[in-house]
């Protein structure tokens, strides 16, 4: 079991930067790959990025590929995602997710495969 806590969301202007964060409790965080993923409403939830265990592999959406950067923090049982140029099409709820069931430089694109959710955060882009 592990506990998934976002934050960093807010209301930026478009071009704008934000960083969340999503902080890890309970089963040993390093066993765990990670990702993010957003869902607009009246859309479904979309794959952002993710990272692997151990943090030397990571995958992006092509929305956001060269403007959002995902790392992680094993000491801390930290996950971030920094978001540069920002755009309106990018508001969003953002949640944090984990899968137990990968090996150590693998991760998933795919929402089905992760197991434990963070409650969401939103992100509003303005134009």
């Known amino acids: 079991q592990v506990q998934l806590v976002e934050s960093g969301g807010g209301l930026v202007q478009a071009g704008g930067s934000l960083r969340l964060s999503c902080a890890a409790s309970?089963?040993?965080?390093?066993?765990?790959?990670m990702a993010w993923f957003r869902q607009a409403p009246g859309k479904e939830r979309e794959f952002v990025a993710a990272?692997?265990?151990?943090?030397?592999?990571?995958s992006y959406a092509d929305s956001v590929k060269g403007r959002f950067t995902m790392s992680r923090d094993n000491a801390k049982n930290m996950v971030y995602l920094q978001m540069n140029s920002l755009k309106p099409e990018d508001t969003a709820v953002y949640y944090c997710?984990?899968?137990?069931?990968?090996?150590?430089?693998?991760?998933?694109?795919?929402?089905?495969?992760?197991?434990?959710w963070g409650q969401g955060t939103q992100v509003t882009v303005s134009s």
């Open positions: 309970g089963r040993t965080f390093s066993s765990f790959a």
């Open positions: 997710a984990a899968d137990p069931n990968v090996s150590y430089y693998n991760y998933h694109r795919q929402s089905f495969e992760y197991d434990y």
């Open positions: 990272i692997s265990r151990n943090g030397g592999y990571t």
